[in-house]
């Protein structure tokens, strides 16, 4: 069994910076595409960035330049580096990962982001 657990979410400051991860953990032998997804309440879920195995990158454009995704293989963990934060970035983030060929999501993380 396949499990994701994030960490790091917390309340900042506009303009502070916070590192989210996300560990995998269980029967993982093929590990893909890993992403953050964040989620407004009543709002749908948008993805944040994306990350391949090979260490392509895709980003939300409003988060270019403030946000880095990154992973480090061997401890099968991405993390999200967000710097410059806005109340605007206020939301659940969820890790997603293709493990397989099948999907998994994590519990999500609250990042609240005051003025």
């Known amino acids: 069994q396949v499990h994701l657990v994030e960490s790091g979410g917390g309340l900042v400051q506009a303009g502070g910076s916070l590192r989210l991860s996300c560990a995998a953990s269980g029967s993982i032998f093929s590990l893909n595409i890993m992403e953050w997804l964040r989620q407004v309440s009543g709002t749908q879920r948008e993805l944040v960035a994306r990350?391949?195995?090979?260490?392509?990158?895709n980003y939300l454009d409003s988060v270019k330049g403030r946000f880095t995704i990154s992973r480090d293989n061997a401890k099968k963990t991405a993390y999200l580096q967000m710097n410059s934060l806005k109340p605007e970035d206020t939301a659940i983030y969820y890790c997603?990962?293709?493990?397989?060929?099948?999907?998994?999501w994590g519990q999500g993380t609250q990042v609240t982001v005051s003025s």
């Open positions: 997603y990962a293709n493990i397989g060929g099948s999907g998994y």
């Open positions: 990350i391949f195995s090979d260490g392509r990158t």
